[in-house]
């Protein structure tokens, strides 16, 4: 079955993406230090042109990227998702001299780049934002004073897109985007060990000075920004899912048809087989909404925060249930370390919960709904 009628050449890309993290860019990503940021491995992201062609992706081709690298190395599309999601708030609201100064280097892998949202009180409830940007009467620009939490690329980004709250009213209201390069005075952070490897860290913000020409947008309507931005990576979120399902279907039907097990092959036992059925129908369900979802963002469609909450809540749950099977299926033997299946069993629940948990895309799905009710009664 071929997925929301990709043509021949988006197929044979995504072919290619596959094997390329597979053959060259695993190898790299294997030479890491867990819990560090890769610079060669985003490096030669940067080298083979895949993050220029993030940069000047749609939604559907960022979709094919993450599920295509995630497919073939985890780490490889982790690396570029991030860049991505730091460097998108540059891309969509930055000045033409931000743009100039930071983007080309994303684009060669030379700068990392972050997304600094999450705090410690306010992760689902990113409007609740509390780090403080209070004005200095000296320099005309703010001080920020606070801290974020759950940070990917933190400590070691060369900039961050930072959300502080400059004014007093509540909610969304009030807050600012600011560009934040690494070496600013007064920041500095803190990595954090996770579930998996990911290189995440706390960041301190111990009166930063930040200038009018820091700003990425307007004052004031920097939450516009932080939801533009999520709103193009969400169904992406949904891809890298999906990306890890295949991956995890692939494995286990090798292992199944090559097994034995009572005399014959797994495969030919009916509980063995109807549970494959079940992963495969479910993954490409899943694969279908994200496309979908991309597909209408890029159109500019009524609805797509809908469609993007969708997309990733059923793409995310899709995948843990698809890994666990898969774990199951393969035995004892998947939950050794370094086996393919340990990795993506510690891979596939962080989705679950960032850039907006499952739950919190139950609520806007709902929301959407209504309000659509509402409008059309």
Same mark, same amino acid.
Request: charged share 20%; hydrophobic share 45%; glycine share 10%.
């Given at each position: 079955?071929?997925?929301?009628?990709?043509?021949?050449?988006?197929?044979?890309?995504?072919?290619?993406?596959?094997?390329?993290?597979?053959?060259?860019?695993?190898?790299?990503?294997?030479?890491?230090?867990?819990?560090?940021?890769?610079?060669?491995?985003?490096?030669?992201?940067?080298?083979?042109?895949?993050?220029?062609?993030?940069?000047?992706?749609?939604?559907?081709?960022?979709?094919?990227?993450?599920?295509?690298?995630?497919?073939?190395?985890?780490?490889?599309?982790?690396?570029?998702?991030?860049?991505?999601?730091?460097?998108?708030?540059?891309?969509?609201?930055?000045?033409?001299?931000?743009?100039?100064?930071?983007?080309?280097?994303?684009?060669?892998?030379?700068? !990392?780049? =972050?997304?600094?949202?999450?705090? /410690? $009180? @306010?992760?689902?409830?990113? *409007?609740? #934002?509390?780090? +403080?940007? &209070?004005?200095?009467?000296?320099?005309?620009?703010?001080?920020?004073?606070?801290?974020?939490?759950?940070?990917?690329?933190?400590?070691?980004?060369?900039?961050?897109? !930072?959300? =502080?709250?400059?004014?007093?009213? /509540? $909610? @969304?209201?009030?807050?600012? *985007?600011? #560009?934040?390069? +690494?070496? &600013?005075?007064?920041?500095?952070?803190?990595?954090?060990?996770?579930?998996?490897?990911?290189?995440?860290?706390?960041?301190?913000?111990?009166?930063?000075?930040?200038?009018?020409?820091?700003?990425?947008?307007?004052?004031?309507?920097?939450?516009?920004?932080?939801?533009?931005?999520?709103?193009?990576? &969400?169904?992406?979120?949904?891809?890298?899912?999906?990306?890890?399902?295949?991956?995890?279907?692939?494995?286990?039907?090798?292992?199944?048809?090559?097994?034995?097990?009572?005399?014959?092959?797994?495969?030919?036992?009916?509980?063995?087989?109807?549970?494959?059925?079940?992963?495969?129908?479910?993954?490409?369900?899943?694969?279908?909404?994200?496309?979908?979802?991309?597909?209408?963002?890029?159109?500019?469609?009524?609805?797509?925060?809908?469609?993007?909450?969708?997309?990733?809540?059923?793409?995310?749950?899709?995948?843990?249930?698809?890994?666990?099977?898969?774990?199951?299926?393969?035995?004892?033997?998947?939950?050794?370390?370094?086996?393919?299946?340990?990795?993506?069993?510690?891979?596939?629940?962080?989705?679950?919960?960032?850039?907006?948990?499952?739950?919190?895309?139950?609520?806007?799905?709902?929301?959407?709904?209504?309000?659509?009710?509402?409008?059309?009664?």
């Amino acid at each position: 079955m071929t997925a929301f009628s990709l043509d021949p050449g988006r197929t044979a890309w995504c072919e290619e993406l596959r094997t390329l993290a597979r053959d060259e860019l695993r190898p790299l990503a294997e030479k890491g230090e867990p819990g560090r940021v890769n610079r060669p491995l985003v490096a030669a992201l940067g080298g083979l042109g895949l993050l220029d062609r993030l940069l000047g992706s749609g939604a559907l081709d960022l979709c094919l990227l993450r599920e295509s690298l995630a497919r073939g190395c985890t780490e490889a599309e982790t690396a570029l998702a991030l860049q991505g999601l730091g460097s998108g708030p540059v891309r969509l609201a930055g000045t033409q001299a931000q743009r100039a100064r930071w983007l080309p280097e994303v684009r060669a892998g030379r700068a !990392v780049a =972050a997304f600094a949202l999450s705090e /410690p $009180g @306010a992760g689902s409830d990113a *409007a609740a #934002l509390s780090l +403080a940007a &209070r004005r200095d009467p000296g320099t005309g620009g703010w001080r920020l004073t606070g801290e974020k939490c759950w940070i990917s690329n933190a400590p070691e980004a060369d900039f961050y897109t !930072v959300f =502080a709250r400059t004014g007093e009213g /509540p $909610g @969304a209201r009030g807050v600012t *985007a600011f #560009l934040v390069p +690494a070496d &600013r005075p007064g920041l500095t952070g803190t990595a954090l060990e996770m579930l998996s490897p990911h290189p995440i860290g706390a960041l301190h913000f111990d009166g930063v000075p930040v200038t009018a020409g820091d700003v990425l947008g307007e004052p004031g309507r920097g939450f516009r920004v932080a939801m533009d931005t999520l709103n193009l990576f &969400r169904p992406s979120v949904g891809a890298f899912a999906v990306g890890m399902a295949r991956a995890a279907l692939d494995a286990t039907l090798e292992h199944t048809a090559r097994r034995t097990a009572f005399g014959a092959p797994l495969r030919e036992l009916q509980a063995v087989s109807h549970q494959v059925a079940e992963m495969a129908t479910r993954t490409e369900a899943a694969r279908l909404l994200v496309y979908a979802a991309a597909a209408a963002h890029d159109a500019g469609e009524p609805g797509v925060p809908r469609c993007a909450a969708m997309a990733k809540l059923y793409a995310t749950e899709t995948a843990q249930f698809v890994v666990d099977a898969a774990v199951q299926l393969h035995g004892a033997q998947a939950l050794r370390r370094g086996h393919l299946l340990e990795h993506l069993y510690r891979e596939v629940r962080a989705p679950r919960i960032y850039e907006g948990a499952t739950e919190v895309q139950r609520t806007i799905i709902a929301k959407e709904l209504y309000a659509t009710q509402e409008t059309s009664a």
